[in-house]
């Protein structure tokens, strides 16, 4: 299994960037995928998770911090998820990694130990 992070960039403030996680090996259309970020000197941090709810549908969590600008989602058919990072700030920058889980999970997903699988991250630099 792996999965393939890709869009990031250089950006200014206020500017937009959408983000690619494109997964190989199996599908996960029923179970979590999430973004995770990690700044020089800070510890991983939850951004955002999409859930299979049961049928077609999902649910979305986002951390506070990124809540209105940013927006998850899924396209099973392809087997990728994306985050779309609008009104972006310099805060904004770290590296973005994207996360799978192999099973259902009863939760949103904002804790590392939910996930199975990992990208191998990709640059979001905002200049001010």
């Known amino acids: 299994v792996q999965l393939q992070a890709s869009g990031g960039g250089l950006v200014q ?8 996680c494109a ?3 199996r599908t996960f259309s029923r179970t979590t995928m999430g973004w995770f970020r990690q700044a020089p000197g800070k510890e991983r941090e939850f951004v955002a998770s999409i859930t299979w709810s049961g049928g077609s549908t999902y649910s979305a969590d986002y951390v506070d911090s990124v809540k209105g600008r940013f927006t998850i989602s899924r396209d099973n058919a392809k087997n990728t998820a994306y985050l779309q990072m609008n009104s972006l700030k ?3 920058t770290a590296v973005y990694y994207c996360a799978a889980r192999g099973s259902y999970l009863f939760s949103t997903g904002r804790d590392l130990s939910d996930y199975d699988y990992w990208g191998q991250g990709t640059q979001v630099t905002v200049s001010s």
């Open 23 to 25: 997964a190989s090996g």
């Open 13 to 20: 403030a206020g500017g937009s960037l959408r983000l690619s």
């Open 90 to 92: 310099p805060e904004d």
